[in-house]
T-cell receptor, first 113, second 116 residues
Framework: GAGVSQSPRYKVTKRGQDVALRCDPI?????LYWYRQALGQGPEFLTY????????KSGLPNDRFSAERPEGSISTLTIQRTEQRDSAMYRC???????????FGPGTRLTVL | AQSVAQPEDQVNVAEGNPLTVKCTYS??????LFWYVQYPNRGLQFLLK??????LVKGSYGFEAEFNKSQTSFHLKKPSALVSDSALYFC??????????????FGRGTSLIVHP
C-alpha cells in the first residue's frame, strides 16, 4: 500500500476484554515496530519484527501483551484482560532494510472503560 | 543507554519569524538523530535525520537541524515559520552501538504554535 495502515482507528472496550490491534506495513518493508504513546509523551517501544521473527519484545509491559507477524507482513498486537491503564495510542511503524527511517501509521486509540 | 530530552513543552512563534525547537541527547557511543512531526489525527512523519557527515542537515518543508557534538544537541530550525507548521515535534536518538535493532528512543514532544 501507499503507507502504513492500522485498524481499528478507535477502540473502546470494557475492562477485562481482549483486544486485537492490526497493522499493515508498507509493502516490502522488512521490519515492523509497535509503540505505545501516552498523552503528552513520545512513542515508547513495545516490540519489533524482522520478517516474521519477533526480534525484541523487551518493551511489552507484561504477559497480557503479545504480538505476531505470521507471514512477515501484517501484524497483530493483542492485549488480554485489558485494564484501564492500557488506554493509550498504539502506533505501528515499518522500515526497509538498511535504513533507520521508520514510517508510522495513524495509530489506534484504545480506551478501556 | 540512550535518551533524549525536549526541554520545552510548547514553543510559540509569530508567522514569518525564525523558529527553534530544542533537543538534547545522551548516548554511550555515537548518535543517529531524527526529527518527526505529528499533525492532528495523523501518524508521525519523518522530517530529517543525522547519520554522519555535515553537521547541518536539511529536511522536508524547509526544516533543518544542526548536530552539535560538544553540546549533545540537535535543535530543529526553520528560517521563516508558517502557520501550517503548527504541530507536535518529536526528537529521537539511536546509539549506533546498539546493533541491528534500529530501536530509537523518542522525546516527549514539543508543541509548536505559529501565530498569524
Amino acid at each position: 500500500g501507499a503507507g502504513v495502515s492500522q485498524s481499528p482507528r478507535y477502540k473502546v472496550t470494557k475492562r477485562g476484554q481482549d483486544v486485537a490491534l492490526r497493522c499493515d506495513p508498507i509493502s516490502g518493508h522488512v521490519s515492523l515496530y509497535w509503540y505505545r504513546q501516552a498523552l503528552g509523551q513520545g512513542p515508547e517501544f513495545l516490540t519489533y519484527f524482522n520478517y516474521e521473527a519477533q526480534q525484541d519484545k523487551s518493551g511489552l509491559p507484561n504477559d497480557r501483551f503479545s504480538a505476531e507477524r505470521p507471514e512477515g507482513s501484517i501484524s497483530t498486537l493483542t492485549i488480554q484482560r485489558t485494564e484501564q491503564r492500557d488506554s493509550a495510542m498504539y502506533r505501528c511503524a515499518s522500515r526497509t532494510g538498511g535504513t533507520d527511517t521508520q514510517y508510522f501509521g495513524p495509530g489506534t486509540r484504545l480506551t478501556v472503560l | 543507554a540512550q535518551s533524549v530530552a525536549q526541554p520545552e513543552d510548547q514553543v510559540n512563534v509569530a508567522e514569518g519569524n525564525p523558529l527553534t525547537v530544542k533537543c538534547t541527547y545522551s548516548v554511550s557511543g555515537n548518535p543517529y538523530l531524527f526529527w518527526y512531526v505529528q499533525y492532528p489525527n495523523r501518524g508521525l512523519q519523518f522530517l530529517l535525520k543525522y547519520i554522519t557527515g555535515d553537521n547541518l542537515v536539511k529536511g522536508s518543508y524547509g526544516f533543518e537541524a544542526e548536530f552539535n557534538k560538544s553540546q549533545t544537541s540537535f535543535h530543529l530550525k526553520k528560517p521563516s515559520a508558517l502557520v501550517s507548521d503548527s504541530a507536535l515535534y518529536f526528537c529521537a536518538v539511536r546509539d549506533i552501538t546498539s546493533g541491528g535493532s534500529y530501536i530509537p528512543t523518542f522525546g516527549r514532544g514539543t508543541s509548536l504554535i505559529v501565530h498569524p
